[in-house]
């Protein structure tokens, strides 16, 4: 990656200015006032100034940080003036997920209302006919995944060379995804003078590619996370042995508190998800064998607390906000350190608190203790206590509920 000495640099030592200083429309700070905000997040105050005056922009934060309002917000203010014409839209903001695409829209909406803009959301597993119909119709801004955006483009149903301002949201999970290819292919169709603004949560080769390619002297802004951020999850390594490792994920299910549970694969998932639901515990699976309507619906039943226990693969790391959600337990450990922390990131954002527990078999003591060291958390370890004879568990590690 080769960033120039022009940009900056944000260790999230300054002060906090308020949404008004950092030059946004009236309307948006209206709109800000109205839904409760009072003051930015340390990323959106520091990536603002700079997205708003039309620069490029390579943002790291960690997930959970307020992301993104900070694209957000400068997309709809840059996205003022001429109205989007048929099939023409002037803002294209790509994530990796359907989930995060349908977050990133409604969580746009009432900002794209308050300016008098329209967002369209372009993701696969919804009607290609109707998403068609609402380009054909005009929209000022398009949130979308790369797949579908790519099919509509390719039937003539999008043309991006009216696009003045591109976001790529968590570019290194779109990496991760393979999506490289589809990505680099739809941005070689946005014009040369486009803005760019690139967010992720990590930086590695794949995303150092893209900041080459498509990024002219981007300021740079690395929004470090606070002690009392790092403070508010808790890390907490449990070793079990394969016999009652399920025991030990009943137990945890069962408390009552809303629960994220992650495992490696789609049967995993399925497994788990009868074996609590036999136990009376409200659960229900997430991955990517379920229709968008029913991903849609699960999502919605785990908001509204409906419930309690969502099980799930690694298509949930990106894209899942649940307020306050306090825990989330790793049932198979990840791959990856990146997966760690993205999995972690569902709990203690915007300021709550948290914890993440991992399960760990005998054999797997050394990988997630190098994961770890990797990703730069520090865990409390304990061990779990075998059944009793009556099926009680003595000596639990497992954190309390918070």
């Known amino acids: 990656m080769n960033v120039s000495p022009g940009t900056s640099d944000t260790t999230g030592t ?26 930015p997040f340390e990323i959106q105050s520091a990536t ?114 009216g696009v003045a301002v591109t976001v790529l949201d968590e570019a290194d999970q779109m990496a991760n995804l393979g999506f490289l290819p589809q990505i680099t292919a739809l941005l070689d169709q946005v014009p040369p003078g486009a803005q760019h603004l690139l967010f992720s949560a990590t930086l590695d080769r794949d995303v150092d590619a893209l900041v080459d390619r498509y990024l002219t002297d981007p300021a740079v802004h690395e929004v470090h996370a606070s002690a009392e951020a790092l403070a508010a999850t808790e890390h907490h390594l449990v070793e079990v ?81 649940i307020d306050d959600l306090a825990l989330v337990v790793n049932v198979d450990p990840p791959g990856h350190h990146k997966d760690y922390l993205h999995r972690g990131g569902r709990t203690a954002r915007a300021g709550a608190s948290g914890t993440v527990v991992t399960l760990v078999l005998p054999h797997q003591s050394r990988v997630v203790a190098q994961l770890l060291e990797r990703a730069g958390i520090t865990a409390q370890t304990g061990r779990r206590a075998t059944a009793t004879q009556g099926g009680s568990h003595r000596g639990s590690a497992i954190p309390p509920a918070r």
């Not at 997930?63 to 309002?69: A, E, P, V, Y």
């Not at 099939?87 to 997920?97: E, G, Y």
């Not at 803009?117 to 993701?123: E, H, I, K």
């Not at 995944?145 to 483009?153: H, I, S």
């Open 48 to 161: 603002l100034p700079d997205a708003l005056a039309g620069r490029d922009i390579l943002a790291r934060g960690r997930t959970g940080s307020g992301k993104t309002l900070a694209f957000g917000l400068a997309v709809l203010a840059r996205s003022t003036g001429p109205r989007g014409t048929p099939r023409q839209p002037r803002a294209l903001i790509l994530v990796p997920t359907r989930e995060l695409a349908q977050q990133v829209s409604q969580a746009l909406a009432p900002y794209a209302r308050s300016l008098g803009l329209r967002v369209a959301t372009v993701v696969g597993g919804r009607s290609i006919s109707a998403q068609a119909r609402a380009l054909r119709a005009g929209t000022e801004v398009v949130v979308a995944t790369a797949g579908r955006l790519a099919d509509l483009v390719e039937r003539g149903e999008c043309r991006l060379d």
């Open 14 to 39: 300054q002060d906090t200015p308020s949404f008004a200083d950092l030059g946004l429309p009236s309307p948006l700070l209206r709109e800000l006032t109205r839904q409760g905000i009072a003051e």
């Open 241 to 321: 042995d394969a016999a009652h490792k399920q025991a030990a994920v009943t137990e945890i299910a069962a408390r009552g508190e809303q629960v994220l549970l992650f495992l490696e694969t789609r049967d995993a998932v399925d497994r788990l998800t009868g074996h609590l639901l036999d136990h009376g515990v409200r659960a229900a699976a997430l991955h990517g064998g379920r229709s968008q309507a029913q991903r849609s619906r699960t999502l919605e039943q785990f908001k509204a607390g409906q419930v309690t226990a969502l099980v799930a693969t690694n298509v949930a790391a990106r894209g899942i906000h």
